[in-house]
């Protein structure tokens, strides 16, 4: 049972001793009335690659696994409109629709393990959020089972449906509180035909923020990704990943930023990357660039970003913060947070600058600080996002991680009214006990 009942930072454990692993809507809704009328919690998991400790249980809950829910159902050309079950990988529904020049229009590292229902329980945010925006808006229907058992048949494949309340939403992003999601109505997008990603070297954060201007502005819709490093995420990929280039030598004092850009089009982008390399060394912006000439190229230079996270894992135990604030804010909140923890640990910061979400990963330097920079840093983070309005979580959700903290994202009428919703779809509280919400 070790592998559903660690999460995949190792961070969060439980202690179920008892998988479900049910292959049909009909068993999912014969196990929810059971656990319904016998009180027993259920912590619904999908890929289990959630960052927040959603789908571990917090005791000894009955773990539901979607894992052998992956049938891909149909797809409609007409409405170009994917229908799956929850279980199904990511990745797996991007090679079915490879043939037909479509793909899933949300993209992540995790994309070879998550699946569908956990990427719409999250409302999972990714590298292509900029061109695609909130993946809430490719989900046009879905079917869920409730605590009791019942099923809620939402499966409309519909883009324009104003028919009153959109029950729907509430389960996006839910994270496993609301019900079960057991199929989905996905519109895809068409396959861009050239893809290139560009990556540059800059000597300050400042640069940062103008290349990330005129990245927004020239290439225009032909941006499809606009994400962000510093050195220490660079050296850190480069010490424990084996194999990952090295495009640039870092600085001595390791005060250099890394801007990873992705473009896009049905055209050739030769005018568009032309016009934006003149743009940039008009105004001296960048120190090196490099471009991918090729799909090997293109994905060797998205794995010095998208291996971040793992680098991180591989340097001792990492507290995560996913967040979102003025991007101008980004510096000065690693700053802030380097200074509070000091010699326990260090901080990197990454991630998607194009949304405004930068992700700090707090790595202690032993595993006996785990506690103290913990202490140092919750809520000193949280509050610091409060006081910009930001966000205390951006993509990952709030999980086991957060609920405490809730309240700094979010007002007391909020909150009570999340409570009052949770309460119509599960008077009994018995999915996914204490996340997102403290069980009332
Ligand atoms: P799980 O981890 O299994 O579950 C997540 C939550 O959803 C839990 O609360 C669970 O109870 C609930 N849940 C799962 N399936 C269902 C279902 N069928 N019905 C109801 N509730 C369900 N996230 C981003 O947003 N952006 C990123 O860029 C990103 N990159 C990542 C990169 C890596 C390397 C890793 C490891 C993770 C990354 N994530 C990212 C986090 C994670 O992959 C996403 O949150 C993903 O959507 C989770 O999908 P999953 O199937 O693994 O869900
Ligand atoms: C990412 O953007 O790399 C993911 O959200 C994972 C992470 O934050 O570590
Ligand atoms: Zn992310």
């Known amino acids: 049972l070790e592998g559903y009942n660690v999460d995949w930072t190792k961070k969060y454990k439980g202690n179920s001793r008892l998988v479900l692993k049910p ?20 912590v619904p998991q999908g890929g289990n690659t959630g960052l927040v400790g959603g789908a571990i249980p917090i005791k000894d809950e009955i773990i539901l696994s979607l894992s052998n829910m992956n049938k891909i159902l149909e797809f409609d050309t007409h409405q170009s409109v994917i229908s799956c079950e929850a279980g199904c990988v990511l990745d797996a529904l991007n090679q079915h629709l490879l ?45 869920v089972v409730l605590a009791n ?9 519909i883009r324009k449906d104003n028919t009153g309340l959109d029950i729907k939403q509430s389960f996006i992003g839910s994270e496993g509180i609301l019900g079960i999601i057991t199929q989905a109505n996905i519109l895809v997008s068409p396959l ?26 020239t290439p225009g819709r032909h941006l499809s990704a606009l994400e962000f490093f510093d050195e220490h995420c660079y050296k850190l990929v480069q010490k424990n990943l084996p194999g990952v280039v090295r495009p640039f030598e870092f600085s001595p004092e390791l005060k250099n930023f890394y801007v990873l850009i992705e473009l896009c089009g049905q055209e ?16 001296n912006l960048t120190l090196n660039m490099i471009m991918s000439e090729n799909e090997s190229q293109f994905h060797s230079l998205w ?11 591989r340097g001792g135990i990492v507290l995560k913060y996913d967040v979102s604030l003025g991007i101008e804010k980004f510096e000065d909140i690693v700053q802030s947070v380097r200074k509070r923890h000091g010699d326990y640990g260090y901080s990197v910061g ?3 600058i194009g949304d405004s979400n930068i992700h700090i990963n707090s790595i202690c330097k032993k595993p006996e600080y785990k506690k103290k920079m913990e202490e140092l840093l919750e809520p000193y983070i949280f509050e610091y996002l409060a006081s910009v309005n930001g966000s205390i979580s951006a993509e990952h959700g709030i999980g086991s991680m957060k609920p405490k903290y809730l309240h700094f994202s979010k007002n007391n009428l909020a ?14 509280g018995i999915l996914n006990p204490n996340k997102v919400l403290i069980s009332q």
């Open 149 to 157: 058992g019942e099923i809620l048949d939402l499966r409309s494949k």
């Open 350 to 352: 990454y991630g998607h």
């Open 415 to 428: 909150i009570h009214y999340m409570h009052q919703l949770k309460k119509v779809f599960d008077p009994n």
């Open 192 to 217: 861009d035909k050239f893809k290139t990603v560009i990556l540059m070297q800059c000597e300050s954060f400042g640069k940062v923020l103008e290349i990330s201007r005129e990245c927004k502005s």
């Open 23 to 42: 292959n049909s809507t009909k068993k999912v809704s014969q196990i929810l009335k059971y656990c319904n009328e016998n009180l027993l919690p259920v």
């Open 303 to 313: 794995r010095l970003r998208e291996g971040i996270a793992e680098a991180c894992g």
């Open 268 to 283: 050739p982008l030769d005018g568009i990357i032309e016009e934006l390399y003149e743009k940039l060394s008009e105004k």
């Open 99 to 143: 043939p037909y020049k479509y793909e899933i229009p949300l993209d992540l590292g995790s994309r070879g393990s998550c699946q569908i229902g956990g990427n719409i329980a999250t409302n999972a945010g990714g590298i292509r959020f900029i061109k695609f925006g909130p993946f809430k808006s490719y989900v046009l229907g879905m079917e």
